[in-house]
């Protein structure tokens, strides 16, 4: 792929009209304009916490996560990622490399993700959750 800058416009072309060309151009067009989006807007995501007693707090940059574990979930941000706790039962996650932002939303996911029949856990804001009945008695 060549990627010239003319003027105010970044300009991905392709070298031939082949299948494998064609996708490579699109990824390339994508990923850079992905980065300046990242670098004008930057990227979120928000989790929500559900559950009695689950909430989280900062200490410092590091994200502390109560979710019914015997222990505080501690999660360092890697470098370029940034987390915010408006208020103790949602989370933001920011940076400007929407890989990174995505990636380090779903590791936090992972801690305690949903269940389907209660509902408890971590989710994305929107997320719906199938829930599923209980036993009969």
Do not use: C, W
Request: no cysteine; hydrophobic share 35%.
């Amino acid at each position: 792929m060549a990627i010239e800058q003319s003027g105010d416009q970044i300009l991905v072309s392709r070298p031939s009209d082949r299948g494998p060309d064609r996708a490579l151009h699109g990824l390339t067009r994508t990923l850079v304009a992905n980065m300046i989006e990242g670098v004008t807007n930057g990227y979120e995501r928000r989790l929500e916490l559900q559950g009695v007693g689950y909430r989280a707090s900062l200490g410092g940059t590091t994200l502390e996560i109560l979710v019914g574990y015997s222990h505080p979930v501690r999660i360092v941000p890697r470098p370029g990622i940034e987390f915010d706790v408006p208020v103790p039962t949602q989370i933001v996650v920011r940076g400007i490399d929407k890989q990174m932002v995505g990636q380090t939303a779903a590791e936090i996911r992972r801690v305690r993700p949903p269940e389907p029949y209660k509902g408890k856990g971590i989710r994305y804001e929107g997320e719906h959750v199938r829930r599923k009945v209980g036993k009969r008695a």
